[in-house]
């Protein structure tokens, strides 16, 4: 093979291992951090929903569980991906985010394009769960906390033992995805299997 062909499919081989790496886990998996998409949304609010409804059985516990669960960074938070809870008239139980908005009545609340934002994400999470387009605060950005920024939600209904509330997370469509810079990593991999190549022909 000639030391040009070698180095091309060298580079070929190193060149996406980063990307095999970055792989979407499997979605009975999906944590804050996995959260780039509609879908990968979707499925970070549906296993905390699955989560909740298995751990909790009294509401009266609800708050506790939420606090301890999905507050800390981590797993169930990371930069603006956090959940939220809700009752069915738009009281918010509990935020990841912020706590002053905790027992505060959302239901007649507008964004920036007069949208009731909080009636279609219940009326969403009452029809099964569902996708909706909003302006919210985003945490991450400094300045929206007047108007927001656009953020795209999913919700899930949620049955506590009897009770009914909704969670819910969003992404911000704005926010920058870390990628692997494809023409760095090819570069990277190029000179690597150059010198394993003049490594090979000195033996």
């Known amino acids: 093979m000639s030391r040009i062909g070698f180095v091309l499919v060298m580079s070929c081989v190193l060149g996406t291992i980063p990307f095999f790496g970055a792989v979407t886990p499997s979605f009975a998996h999906i944590t804050a951090s996995d959260v780039t998409d509609r879908s990968t949304l979707r499925a970070f609010v549906e296993r905390a929903a699955e989560l909740a409804e298995r751990e909790i059985s009294n509401p009266n516990d609800a708050y506790a569980?939420?606090?301890r669960t999905f507050r800390p960074e981590g797993e169930w938070r990371m930069?603006?991906?956090y959940l939220y809870v809700s009752n069915t008239r738009g009281v918010i139980r509990f935020h990841g985010a912020r706590t002053d908005l905790e027992d505060v009545d959302l239901y007649n609340r507008r964004d920036k394009t007069g949208k009731l934002y909080v009636r279609e994400l219940i009326a969403a999470a009452e029809a099964g769960g569902g996708f909706v387009e909003y302006y919210f605060d985003?945490?991450?950005?400094v300045g929206d906390?007047?108007?927001g920024s656009l953020k795209v939600g999913y919700v899930?209904?949620?049955d506590i033992g009897g009770e009914r509330r909704f969670i819910g997370s969003g992404i911000y469509p704005a926010d920058p995805v870390p990628v692997a810079p494809p023409l760095a990593l090819l570069?990277?991999?190029a000179l690597l299997a150059g010198g394993a190549y003049r490594r090979w022909r000195q033996r």
């Open 65 to 67: 569980f939420f606090d």
């Open 79 to 81: 930069g603006s991906i």
């Open 138 to 141: 985003n945490p991450a950005v």
């Open 145 to 147: 906390e007047e108007e």
């Open 156 to 158: 899930k209904m949620l």
């Open 187 to 189: 570069a990277l991999a």
